[in-house]
């Protein structure tokens, strides 16, 4: 009794916490599209622009690269949508990579508890998410060269988007996330021929 029990308070604190990124995610995008205010994106100067050199630091053997930030005071919706901006939790296509990621993580809880482990298929699911992660790493890199796009427009051709810094960690953790569904069919798959043998 006090390990089911145990386990619903997990169960239940996971449904809990995924709905509740799903609700903030949902307000962050509803707060890009609805706010006036302006967007901060991080820009480093870009390669032929005048100010790439004026951007590094030397210190002894080491260089220090300077790096700025645009601020946008009326953003198009185009912009808010591309443009990745320097506050995390109010970009637009990671909200929506997260609230997607978060829908299919619902349908996967349910048979992830100890009694409904490997009672039922959910290998796709699993690698359903495997598959976001690594496609939404190559979405960020597009993300990134559409942005710098916009900013040299903005900035004469003197400025490029900072970027995001994790689409190889995201590439790296999609596989894996592969991977593992790959290994839970086949323990799904043996725990079913071992009830026919029975």
Known sequence: MTKTKSMFSI?????????SIII?????????????????VDVKPSFTGKFYDSSIVKFNEINLTLTGNLTIPNPTIYQKIILPQSHIEFG???????IICCVVLLKILPNTTKENLLKKDISKQILAIGILC???????VFQVSFASKIIRQLTNNQF????YQLQNILFIIGGIICWFSKLY??????????????
């Open 11 to 19: 169960y239940s604190y996971f449904k809990i916490t995924i709905w």
């Open 24 to 40: 903030l995610s949902l307000v962050f995008i509803t707060a890009i599209f609805f706010s006036n205010d302006s967007i901060d």
């Open 92 to 98: 637009f296509l990671r909200n929506l990579f997260i």
């Open 134 to 140: 690594i496609l939404y790493s190559f979405v960020e």
């Open 160 to 163: 490029i988007a900072e970027g």
């Open 185 to 198: 069919r086949q323990a799904y798959q043996l725990k079913q021929d071992q009830k026919l043998t029975i």
